[in-house]
């Protein structure tokens, strides 16, 4: 069972006064969301904490306004076999088209059918002005795959609405290609988030289901003049 939990703030300032004081009041929202996730294909269960990775592209900029943006995670099936993985975003950087810029690392071993994958990349996503709703997706990275050792580079395309974005990418490595397709939308009143992701590296598959309940709490502090 992967449990994904996710803090963030966002501020939003009103101004009150009155015939003697001059009264700004400052709202925080703290983002928090935790949930199971299971690799169907290998049988992995784990633990994912982070503070807004997965939920950015559907939450309001106010909901999730830290500039740092990090996810931790871990699967294992208690044995020989496991998946861990990270990431560190700098959330709207430049405060230009690029929504997000991404520094991650994924780990997989399993033994039993002689895989061993590590990929430390770079990513971002772009959007574009004349269809806002689409990003164009793009990844740089190194990828150890078993014995192989290769660069990498990939492309494609994320589709964001309301309440749910979905996307795919295809990863190039000199000898073969890594495929990813994924899904994340929100479930009664933004309460619950289903995540589903397929990736084919190689010629290994991996699909993994997500359940994530999500938390939003705010807080007002006053400041007087």
Do not use: C
């Not at 803090?7 to 004081?21: A, H, R, V």
């Amino acid at each position: 069972m992967l449990l994904t939990i996710t803090l963030g703030f966002s501020q939003t300032k009103i101004s009150e006064t009155d015939s003697t004081l001059f009264t700004e009041t400052y709202y925080r929202n703290y983002f928090f969301t935790f949930g199971p996730i299971f690799n169907v294909s290998e049988s992995l269960i784990g633990l994912q904490v982070g503070n807004g990775n997965d939920e950015q592209p559907i939450v309001h900029f106010e909901d999730i306004s830290a500039d740092i943006l990090y996810k931790v995670s871990g699967q294992t099936d208690f044995s020989e076999n496991y998946s861990i993985g990270g990431e560190v975003s700098w959330n709207y950087p430049f405060k230009a088209k690029l929504s997000i810029f991404t520094l991650n690392f994924n780990q997989i071993r399993i033994v039993d059918n002689g895989f061993f994958n590590r990929n430390v990349g770079l990513a971002t996503r772009y959007y574009l002005r004349f269809t806002p709703n689409v990003h164009i997706l793009a990844k740089l990275s190194h990828q150890r795959l078993n014995q192989q050792n290769n660069v990498g580079f990939g492309l494609g395309l994320q589709n964001e609405h309301r309440k749910i974005y979905y996307g795919f990418r295809t990863d190039y490595f000199k000898d073969y290609f890594n495929y990813s397709v994924f899904l994340q939308g929100f479930l009664l009143k933004s309460k619950l988030s289903l995540r589903l992701t397929y990736d084919r590296i190689d010629n290994f598959d991996f699909f993994n289901v997500g359940l994530n309940y999500v938390i939003i709490k705010t807080a007002a502090n006053k400041v007087y003049d």
